[in-house]
């Protein structure tokens, strides 16, 4: 037979490939279409039993992206999501059942749905590279993963740990996979089909019947112990009102045998429940936006910078020139003399080794880390980012001379976050060459990077620069110039309100448990403190029209008392985590309604003024910039749905 989306090839010693190309599509993904064509190979091959069949994929992108997100998002009912349901359930547990050995051939990205196929063979294989992941990333749509993945996960790899991926849809690279025994075998490319070969024609048992007693009794008798131990963990995370899902899945696998179908619909933890609650929607919305993001910088594909030069090496700007590095390139990194380099060198060692947890690996991402003093990496540079202090005259000075030795198709940046870039470009011979590309700290932990334009930015200046932020695997917003840009000018009224409140008598406690228990990632007390309080009082100055100043912040900057850094702020630190005094209060909607109310007011203002071009934009940088609650769909979302 003849597919339109699969391959079935059959070689002499009796093994089958499906190969899966899906149509019209840069990435596999598990549709109608594609899901019944894997129904007819089950077909075929059931009339004509290969030795072992071997699932790849024929796509340079990656395995399988997992189920088409379109058809999921057409499913507005329970009756159409228990059809979409139905169908990987029903193909899946065909495809566990049949009697010759199969086997997923695992590389790039595994998602979702392609992850519950590799789970339904018998073995699977990674390939070791730097793209291939493992994910049930369902938790993050506000869903389950119902085609098999709650049934099978926790029999392979043990329920803790099946739990904390499904809990959190966190990413599994090649090695850990091999480590955790999602993955048989972790290969390198030359050898991979070979090795496929092997291992689905070698009787070896699968990874189910080599499970540990004690991870089969956890499977079993101890379920509601494993259960019980989630529940707390995922409470301290998010709330159930909040977050259904995660206790959907627990649920689901505890009392159901991870079959999302059997869950009467009555049930909080059901399918129906799922597909009804504003949260699905809301992060399926968030989904969507982020897609938005990724697409910013593709008018510049050709652009493809391999070095970096970071002027600047504190806190902000060694971290940034070790994310560049950590995402391949080579960054020169320059401050006035060596002995203030080293700093960010030792920090980007210890970020090296934590992320790639190979010491050979760190060593030569090390090695692509430069001190430069003299900033003799300016030359060779394809992007150039300043990081150093707010002060408008060394920013000008600096700048011509970067643009005097800087190649004429180099990227040249600024990371400021409150002087505007038109007076920074003024003593520019070229002010178009200048961009600003905003991080947010920590850099390593937040997703969005603001792309800021100029008066005179040149478009496609900012086009290279979005195309670069994507580079490194962060999101582009791009934003006009304005003071605070989006995110910082939705904080610092936020902030200050909160401040406010701590100068009527409200206790810093009270306040951050209001804000956590909304859904925000941090109350904004404890942020501030986090910033620093210097921080606080210059951005306050910048960004909130407000002649006097909390009197508790302007106290405590002036005694010295910055927050984290210093050890006391609003708060006392104790091994970099604050000291409340009493438990800190319980959720109050009032309040939180209070200090969300100038952020949502400056979020409406800045739409308005054109310093983020829409209102779906403006959601997506205030959630990946500040963390605001997921589950609303971002604060444009928020007023709205109220």
Known sequence: MSYRNWKLEREADGVAWAIL?????????????????????????????????????????????GANIEEFTSADTPDKARVIIQRGWDAYNRLAAVRYPTL??????????????????????????????????????????????MLRLPQIVGPAAAMDMMLTGKNIDAKRAKKMGLADECVPPRVMENAARML???????????????????????????????????????RQEHYPAPYA??????????????????????????????????????????????????????????????????????DIAAWCVLRGMTVTLQDQNVERIAPAVGRAAKFFEKKLRDKKLARFALDRLIADPKGEGVRQADVIIEAIFEN????????????????????IATNTSSLKLADIAATFKDPSRLVGIHFFNPVAMMPLVEVVAGE??????????????RKIDKLPLPVKDAPGFLVNAVLGPYMNEAMKCVDEGIAPEAIDAALVAFGMPMGPIELADTVGLDVAVHAGKQLVGDATPPKKLVELFEAGKLGKKSGQGFYTWVDGKAQRVGAGGTANPQLAERMLRPLLDATQRLVRDGVVADAELADAGVIFGTGFAPYTGGPMNYLQSR
């Open 456 to 469: 005179k930015t040149a478009p496609e200046v900012a086009q290279k620069a979005a195309a670069f932020v």
């Open 104 to 149: 997923a051939l695992v590389r790039g990205h595994c998602m979702g749905g392609g992850t519950e196929l590799a789970l339904a063979c018998r073995y699977r294989i990674a390939v070791d590279e730097a793209g291939t992941k493992f994910a049930l990333p369902e938790v993050m749509l506000g869903i389950v993963p119902g085609w098999g993945g």
């Open 392 to 411: 408008l005259e060394a920013k000008q000075a600096l700048f011509a001379d970067i643009e005097a030795r800087a190649k004429p198709d180099a990227l």
């Open 249 to 318: 899945i627990i649920d689901q696998w505890q009392n159901y045998g991870g079959n999302t179908l059997a869950v009467p619909a009555d049930k909080p933890t059901s399918l129906d429940a799922l597909v009804k609650h504003p949260t699905t929607r809301n992060l399926i919305r968030v989904f969507f936006l982020q897609d938005r993001l990724k697409g910013f910088g593709k008018d510049a594909r050709n652009f493809a910078p391999q070095r970096v030069h970071v002027v600047g090496a504190g806190v902000m700007g060694g």
């Open 200 to 238: 689905v024609l070698s009787g070896n048992p699968p990874r189910q019947d080599k499970l540990p007693f004690m991870q089969k009794l956890m499977n079993g008798p101890l379920k509601g112990m494993v259960a019980g131990g989630a529940k707390k963990q995922v409470a301290k995370r998010a």
């Open 21 to 65: 190309d899906t149509a019209n599509s840069s990435t596999n993904t598990l549709g109608a279409e594609v899901m019944t064509e894997l129904g007819l190979i089950l077909d075929e091959c059931e009339k004509n039993p290969p030795k072992g069949l071997i699932f790849k994929s024929a796509k340079e992108a990656g395995f399988i992206a």
